[in-house]
């Protein structure tokens, strides 16, 4: 039986050390890149909302993800009302069959101001180009991800409880989200 590379190096043909170096190079390359963890703020405009339905498979492994294990960056968000204006509008709640994600567009729709000063963990901000938790409720995006979902009833909840938008943020980069049940 024959090997296809002997072990002795000054019999290997250049052939199969020229196999050999591309190998590494892309076990190298695989190395690098399945190892950042934190995904990079992208540049692109905001995509359609027929992206957003088309994505929606891969985005629940993406969100399931962001859920399990949350990485130190905090996405895009506004530091106040006058840098997010101007605010796009929230899709209308009544198109809605469901309850809670009804009641999650009528919260969003009620007080965009709050929303646009909150960031998302699913990080749509790298996937989609959202630049807050507001431009999930601007698109169908918060219909197929229970992460969006979950923030924006927290946000609801936290500013009957007369928490500021500072206050909030803070709470949802702790992962205070992670306990909100959707009903």
Known sequence: MKFFLKLDPDRWSLRNKSLLILFFI???ALMFTSCNKSPEVSTQATTSHADHS???ASHTDHSAAAEAAPTPRVPAFFMSTAEAKPLPPVLDPAQFNDPVIS???RYAQENPEL???QPCYCYCDSGFGHR???DCYAS???VGCALCLKEGLLVHKLHQEGKS???IRDLIVRGEWKT???E
């Open 54 to 56: 088309a994505t929606a």
């Open 26 to 28: 892309s076990l190298t």
């Open 165 to 167: 938008a500072t206050d």
């Open 115 to 117: 929303y646009a000063q």
């Open 132 to 134: 807050s938790l507001l």
């Open 140 to 142: 169908d995006h918060s």
């Open 180 to 182: 909100v049940k959707l």
């Open 103 to 105: 009641k999650a567009y």
